[in-house]
């Protein structure tokens, strides 16, 4: 039986993330779909809450696994038994960075390979990043995520936005 991880962030996850776990799970007998509880990145979402929107996202799909992990992904692959880490690429800068982390993955253990596979076209300009910033600026993101995290999202920008003074208050890079 061949394992695949499919690790990432996800905060939050996105019409793209759904369709590479899903393709991927047709190409492999378990897929694991991870998230990182601890990025170097600022959350808008906790573990708990990514977690659960995976969850929805994976329903309907048998072999689809979603768990939470902290350190290294190759040591997760391994406690599971996985031989592959599945990433998604939708442009070329994705590919420079998915091709490094593979080359060190590779490095920190030999008997894990990465399988990279190309986002479908009508996801290609979806990114987390880019979500949350039309999101913040008052888009509309229905095109990008289900409704479930289309609504979580406003309620949590909502809340961010509260001028309690007791908020961290928004701040843009363009201002």
Not at 38 to 53: G, Q, Y
Not at 71 to 76: A, F, R
Not at 159 to 172: A, C, M, Q, T
């Amino acid at each position: 039986m061949t394992i695949a991880i499919y690790p990432g962030s996800f905060d939050p996850i996105h019409y793209g993330h759904i369709d590479i776990a899903r393709r991927a799970a047709q190409l492999f007998d378990k897929l694991i779909w991870a998230v990182y509880d601890r990025p170097l990145k600022n959350l808008l979402f906790n573990a708990e809450e990514r977690i659960a929107f995976m969850r929805e996202g994976a329903k309907g799909v048998p072999n689809l696994e979603v768990v939470t992990y902290s350190g290294l992904t190759v040591e997760l692959a391994r406690r599971l038994g996985a031989k592959v880490i599945v990433r998604g690429i939708r442009v070329t800068y994705d590919f420079e960075v998915e091709y490094q982390t593979a080359l060190t993955n590779r490095q920190l253990d030999p008997e894990i390979d990465t399988v990279c596979l190309m986002t479908s076209l009508k996801y290609a300009f979806v990114s987390s990043s880019i979500l949350k910033e039309v999101a913040f600026a008052g888009g509309r993101v229905s095109e990008m995520v289900p409704p479930y995290v289309e609504g979580a999202l406003k309620n949590r920008l909502a809340l961010l936005n509260d001028d309690r003074g007791d908020k961290v208050k928004l701040i843009s890079l363009q201002e």
